[in-house]
């Protein structure tokens, strides 16, 4: 398998920041996604890394490191509307496959 | 604009039904993807299409049946399905090709009765 792993839950107070992190095997690596799933609702991309180094989008950034087979999903100024499920996902050609998910709650 | 669609969202079916769910793109896109997710999972992969063919299989059982028409329609045949396969059935699509990002539709909510 791709043994993509991530923390099952976090919990955050609004306007903290959360550091989710991932680790996957290096094999095949085409690149790294992050999804961000609420609840029965569909995944919406948040962000894709190939290179190493950190990639910022407004209040979410995401890191990359290809040798260590590491990345991580900063969330910034946490709002309420980021609870919901993040998703890492691995690419390798045409093949992506996810970790389990982060449950993230945030709390007033 | 990055839009996949899925049509129905919601399928209610028999054991012994037929039913078919649909997935369409228009973004030029040239792979095209079907995943099942269950409730608190992440999704998994059932098959790729690449430039209109079969390219991975995920070991589906056949009584999951894809087809893709042509580059923008995608569809999935359900036949004699059992109740452990009720899930949110989901198609995405990407340019093709390693590495490039995959758009999910919003999905099929699937129940077997």
């Known amino acids: 398998g791709q043994n993509i792993d991530q923390p099952t839950e976090m919990t955050a107070t609004e306007g903290a920041i959360v550091q989710i992190n991932c680790t996957y095997q290096?094999?095949?690596?085409?690149?790294l996604f992050w999804y961000q799933q609420h609840a029965g609702e569909a995944p919406t991309f948040l962000s894709y890394?190939?290179?190493?180094g950190l990639e910022e989008k407004g209040r979410f950034s995401s890191f990359l490191s290809r040798s260590k087979g590491y990345s991580y999903l900063l969330l910034k100024e946490l709002q309420m509307k980021d609870s919901a499920s993040y998703l890492c996902?691995?690419?390798?050609?045409?093949?992506?496959?996810f970790g389990g998910g982060t449950r993230v709650l945030v709390k007033p | 604009d990055t839009e996949v669609t899925q049509t129905p969202k919601h399928l209610v079916m028999g054991m012994t039904n037929k039913k078919s769910l649909k997935c369409e793109q228009h973004?030029?896109?040239?792979?095209m993807y079907w995943y099942k997710q269950k409730a608190k999972k992440p999704p998994e992969l059932m098959f790729v299409?690449?430039?209109?063919?079969?390219?991975i299989n995920e070991s589906v059982p056949s009584r999951f049946s894809p087809e893709c028409p042509n580059s923008s329609l995608l569809n999935l045949h359900l036949h004699a399905l059992q109740p452990e396969d009720s899930a949110l059935y989901l198609c995405?699509?990407?340019?093709?090709?390693?590495?490039?990002?995959?758009?999910f539709g919003e999905g099929s909510w699937l129940t077997v009765v």
């Open positions: 995405a699509s990407s340019p093709g090709g390693g590495g490039n990002t995959i758009y």
């Open positions: 890394n190939v290179l190493d």
């Open positions: 996902a691995k690419a390798a050609g045409n093949k992506l496959t």
């Open positions: 290096t094999s095949g690596f085409n690149g």
């Open positions: 973004m030029g896109h040239r792979a």
């Open positions: 299409y690449s430039y209109e063919k079969l390219s």
